[in-house]
DNA sequence: GTCTATATTCAGATAGAC
DNA sequence: GTCTATCTGAATATAGAC
C-alpha cells in the first residue's frame, strides 16, 4: 500500500531520470524535473536533500534494475542451458532495461560519465558488482569450452557492454525488435559476420 | 605561419575539447577553460562569441578529424587490398583518434548526447557523412563476399561504432595497445569468439 | 590581446504561508 | 505536502583600462 508522499517521492525519481536521461545530469534544472512530475521546484526539497542527493538515487536504481534483470534472466533458465543461450539471454534482458523499461538504466549509462566525481566515487560499488556478473558469465562460458581460450575476456566484455550501452544513442523503438538485435549480437560475437566458413547453426551449438 | 592570435585560440580550443570531454558541457564553465588555457575568462570572448560557439567548434573539429584518420587510413592502402585488412585498419584508425590524439573526437563522442538541440542539429551534417563513410566500407566488403549477407549491416555498423565509442568511458593507456585492440575487435567481428568450429586464421583469409 | 570589474541572469536551496 | 517568495552564489557575458 503507497501512501501519497510514496507516490509523490516515485513521480519525482521518474521524472529525474527521464530529465536526466535526455539533458544530462547539469543541464538539467530542478524546476524541468518538477515541471514533469507536475510540481513546483521547491517541493522536492520535502523529499530529497539536493540534486545530488536525487542523482544518486536515481543512478543507483538504474544500476541496480539491470543487475537484478539480468541475474533474473539467469536464474530463470533450468541447470544445464547452454553458455550460449544464457549469454544470449543475458544481452536480452540488459538490452529490455536499457530501451525499453529503463529511463533508470539509460540514465546511469548516459550521463555516469559527466558526474560530479565523490557521486562517482559513491557510486562504483554498485556498476562493480554488475561487471562481475557479466565476468563470471563469461569465464563459466570460456571454462566449459564455449568461448576461445585465446581471447582477452576483459577486452570482450567491455566491447560487449560497448555494443550494447550504445544503443541508447541510436535505437528508435519500432524498428528493430529487441529479441532479433541480441540475436545478431550474439551471431556477431559467437561466430563472427565473415563468410569463410560455414557457420553452425545456433540449434546445434546448444545441443552439443 | 601563426600569429599570437592563431596560438591563443588553439589554446583555447584544447583547452575547451579536454575539459569538455572531462566534465561534460554544461558542468564546464568558461572559466574552467579559461584556467586550462593560462588565460581569464573573459579573454575568451576576444576568440569566441559564446560558449556554444566554442562547443559547436569543438565539436566539428573532432567529428572531423577522426573521419579524415578514417579515410587517410584507407587511402593508405594499395588497391587491391582485402576487406578485412581495410576495416581493421579503419577500426585502428578511429580508435586511435578517439583515445590516443584525441581530446576533439573523444569530446564529442562523450558529450554530443547531451548537448543543445539546436546545436546538435546543425552537427549532424558532419555525423552523417562520417556514418556514410563507414555504411561504404560494409557495404563493399559484403558485395564482395568478405561479410555474410543475412546480416543486417546497419544493425552491425551501430554495434561496432558501440564497441569502439565506448572505449572512451574505460580505456586506460599504456595496459592494452590500440593495434591488439583492433585486432581483437575484428577477430570478434569477423570471426566470432566462440569455439565450435576452426577458426581460419587472418593471414590466410588476407590472401585468399 | 588580455586583464579587472561588473552587469545580468538564473539555478539551487531555504522559509514560512496555507 | 505543496506552494510562493526570496536568499545566495555562481556563471555567462560586457565594458573599459592597460
Redesign the pocket.
Known sequence: MQ???DI?RAKILDAAALTFRQKGYAA????EI?DAAQ?????L??YF????QLLEEVLDMGMHRVHEAVAESQNRLPTGTSHEIRIKAAVEAHLTMLLKHGDYTSANIRIFGQVPEDVRRRHLRLRNAYAALWRGLLIRAQKAGTLRTDVDLALIRMLLMGALNWSVEWYKPGKKSIRAMADHICLMLFHGIGHEEPVQSPEDAAVS
Do not use: C, R
Not at 28 to 31: F, K, N, P, V
Open positions: 501512501s501519497k508522499s509523490s538539467t534544472t530542478l524546476a518538477a510540481m513546483k521546484a521547491g517541493s526539497y520535502y536533500e539536493s540534486k545530488e
